[in-house]
C-alpha cells in the first residue's frame, strides 16, 4: 500500500526539481542580460566622459582664441598662452585667418616660427568650415558650432582692425542763392541719397587640429582614467567596430549639440573591455551561476535518490530479518523435532535394545550440538554474540558432507518409512567451504524431502 504514495511522492519532487531548474534557468538569464546592460552602461559613460575631456580640450583652444586680435603679435601671444596648458602642444596642426567680406575670402597662415600672418591660397581641406566663414553670424544655429569635427577644426570670431576715422571736411559758410538777389528760383533738385557702403570685413579664426595627435591625446586620457580599456578614435569614413564595442560620439560642441537636425557626429569613441570581449565576460558568469546552480540542484536530487535509496535498502533489511526469523525457526524445529521423537521413543519404551539405545545416544548428543551451534549461529548474526576469528575456509570433501548429511536425517526417514538412496560420482574434487555449514545445508534439504 505505501508503493503508490512514494511513487507518487517521487513524481512529485522529480517535477518540482523539473521547474526549480527552469526558473533558475530564467533567472540566470535575466541576471546576465541585466549584468551585460550595467556593463555596457559603465563602459557608455565611460566613454561619454573621455569624449567630454577631449571636446574640453579642443574647447580650450577656443576660449584662448575667443575674439583675439587680428594682428599676428596678439595671436603668436595667445597661442604661446594655449602651448604652454595644453595637454600635447601638438594638437593645434594650423592657424588660419580668414577675411570675407561675404562675396570672396582672404587666407593667411600664421608662421609661428616668424610670428607674421602669410597669405596663402585656399585649402580644399578647408572646404567644410567655408560655408561658416562666409555666413558668419547669419549661419543657422544647427551648424554655428565652434567646432567643424570634418576638418577637425576650431572656428572663432577675431577682433576687427581699428582703422582711422577719416578727417572732417571743411566747413565754409554757404553763398546766398541767386534768387534772393531777385533772380530766377533755382530748379528742383531730387532728393539726397547717400552712397551705397561697403559690406564691413569679417576675420575668422581656423585653428585646425592634427588626427595624429587627437588619437594620441585619446590614448593617453584613456591610459589614466580607463586603464582596463581599449579606446579607438574613429573618424566619419571608418566603420564601426564589431563585436562588443560602445561606440559614442565626440568633438560635438556649441548650440548645435542637441538639435534635432544635427548630423551624425563625424569624431567617435569605440571602448571595449581590454582581453576578453564583453559578451565573453557575460557568457563566463552566466555559465558559472548555471554551474553553480545545478550542482545545488544535483545535489538535491542526489539526497533524495540516496534517501530513496536508503529506504530501499531498510525494507529490505525487513524482509531480510522476517526471512531470516523464518529460517531460523525452520533450523531450531529440526533438532528439536528429532531430540522430541528420540526422546519419546525412549521414554515410551520403543527402544529397548543396547545398540538402539547406544544410536539413539549419539543421535541425541548430536543434534543436541547441532541446536547448540544454531543458536551460536543466531547470536552471531543478531550482533549480541561477535566473531573476531573470521570463519575458516578449507578443502571439503563433498562425499563427506552427503553421507554425513544423510546419516543425520536416517531416524527421519525411519519415521516416515522413507529410504534413502545417494548417488555420488567417482572423483569429485574437494571445494573451499566451512564443512558444518555445508553439512547443515545437505541435512536441510533432506529434512524437507522427507517431510514433504
Not at 80 to 86: D, I, L, T, V
Request: aromatic share 4%; charged share 25%; glycine share 6%.
Amino acid at each position: 500500500m505505501q508503493r503508490p504514495w512514494l511513487l507518487v511522492v517521487a513524481t512529485l519532487l522529480v517535477v518540482a526539481l523539473a521547474v526549480l531548474a527552469t526558473l533558475q534557468v530564467r533567472w540566470i538569464n535575466d541576471l546576465s542580460d541585466a549584468d551585460e546592460q550595467r556593463r555596457r552602461g559603465a563602459l557608455d559613460v565611460a566613454a561619454r566622459r573621455l569624449g567630454d575631456e577631449l571636446t574640453r580640450e579642443a574647447m580650450r583652444a577656443h576660449d584662448v582664441f575667443d575674439q583675439a586680435p587680428r594682428d599676428a603679435a596678439g595671436l603668436l601671444r595667445r597661442y604661446e598662452e594655449w602651448k604652454s596648458g595644453a595637454r600635447d602642444p601638438k594638437l593645434i596642426a594650423a592657424i588660419y585667418a580668414a577675411d570675407t567680406d561675404g562675396d570672396s575670402i582672404e587666407l593667411s597662415r600664421l608662421d609661428t616660427g616668424s610670428g607674421a600672418l602669410v597669405p596663402v591660397p585656399w585649402n580644399a581641406a578647408l572646404d567644410a568650415v567655408r560655408p561658416v566663414v562666409r555666413a558668419g553670424p547669419d549661419m543657422p544655429a544647427v551648424r554655428r558650432t565652434p567646432i567643424v569635427a570634418e576638418i577637425p577644426a576650431v572656428i572663432t570670431p577675431l577682433r576687427p582692425e581699428a582703422r582711422p576715422n577719416p578727417p572732417p571736411p571743411e566747413r565754409r559758410p554757404p553763398n546766398p542763392p541767386p534768387w534772393m538777389d531777385g533772380g530766377p528760383p533755382p530748379p528742383r533738385e531730387r532728393p539726397f541719397a547717400p552712397p551705397p557702403q561697403a559690406r564691413p570685413r569679417r576675420t575668422t579664426l581656423i585653428i585646425a587640429l592634427d588626427r595624429a595627435a587627437l588619437a594620441s591625446l585619446v590614448q593617453d586620457m584613456a591610459a589614466q582614467t580607463l586603464p582596463d580599456t581599449d579606446v579607438t578614435l574613429l573618424s566619419g569614413d571608418a566603420p564601426d567596430p564589431k563585436g562588443d564595442a560602445v561606440v559614442v560620439p565626440t568633438l560635438v560642441a556649441g548650440p548645435g549639440r542637441n538639435a534635432p537636425d544635427a548630423p551624425r557626429a563625424y569624431w567617435r569613441l569605440a571602448i571595449r573591455p581590454r582581453g576578453i570581449p564583453l559578451t565573453e565576460i557575460v557568457a563566463a558568469a552566466r555559465r558559472r551561476n548555471l554551474g553553480i546552480s545545478f550542482a545545488i540542484l544535483a545535489l538535491l536530487l542526489g539526497s533524495f535518490v540516496l534517501l530513496a535509496v536508503l529506504a530501499r535498502r531498510a525494507e529490505r533489511l525487513r524482509v531480510q530479518q522476517l526471512e531470516f526469523v523464518a529460517g531460523i525457526t525452520h533450523e531450531l524445529n529440526t533438532p528439536l523435532a528429532a531430540l522430541t521423537s528420540a526422546g519419546q521413543n525412549l521414554a515410551d519404551g520403543i527402544v529397548g535394545e543396547r545398540d538402539q539405545v547406544t544410536r539413539y545416544g549419539a543421535m541425541i548428543v548430536k543434534e543436541s550440538r547441532r541446536l547448540s551451534e544454531t543458536v551460536a549461529q543466531v547470536l552471531d548474526f543478531a550482533g549480541m554474540q561477535s566473531r573476531r576469528v573470521p570463519a575458516s575456509v578449507t578443502a571439503v570433501d563433498v562425499r563427506a558432507v552427503v553421507e554425513d548429511a544423510v546419516a543425520q536425517c536416517g531416524w527421519l526417514a525411519e519415521e516416515a518409512k522413507v529410504k534413502i538412496e545417494t548417488q555420488i560420482a567417482s572423483g569429485v574434487p574437494a571445494v573451499g567451504g566451512d564443512a558444518d555449514a555445508l553439512t547443515r545445508a545437505v541435512q536441510n534439504l533432506v529434512a524437507n524431502a522427507i517431510r514433504h
